[in-house]
């Protein structure tokens, strides 16, 4: 083979870079397109997410835990009483009760003082 001009030596056929350099060029290019296609499919809903199934499932979950736990939380009141109410309920009857026998103790010791 005759040398090119400037004295380079002469390149091999293909390229002199194995052949390997298109392949590599077009699977990147075939990745990024398949990328590409599954994030639209994705986005239009034809395809579901993964992530979107775990979220909803998850959700699902929750909804069925808070439904077992307000289930537990409804309990009859101890003093017998027909209303039923939560543990939070209870608390701020039992704080208004408190508040009130404090109060009451105090109309007494202002009572006595006097």
Avoid: C, F, H, Y
């Amino acid at each position: 083979a005759p040398a090119e001009p400037g004295g380079a030596p002469p390149r091999p056929p293909g390229g002199g870079n194995g052949g390997w350099i298109r392949p590599l060029v077009a699977g990147v290019i075939g990745g990024v397109v398949a990328l590409v296609v599954l994030i639209g499919l994705q986005a239009s809903g034809v395809v579901s997410s993964p992530d979107r199934a775990t979220a909803v499932q998850a959700a699902s979950d929750a909804k069925a835990a808070s439904d077992a736990a307000a289930v537990l939380d409804r309990r009859p009141e101890p003093e017998g009483g027909s209303e039923l109410s939560t543990p939070a309920e209870r608390r701020q009857r039992e704080a208004t009760q408190a508040v009130a026998a404090a109060r009451r103790a105090a109309a007494v010791r202002r009572g006595a003082a006097s």
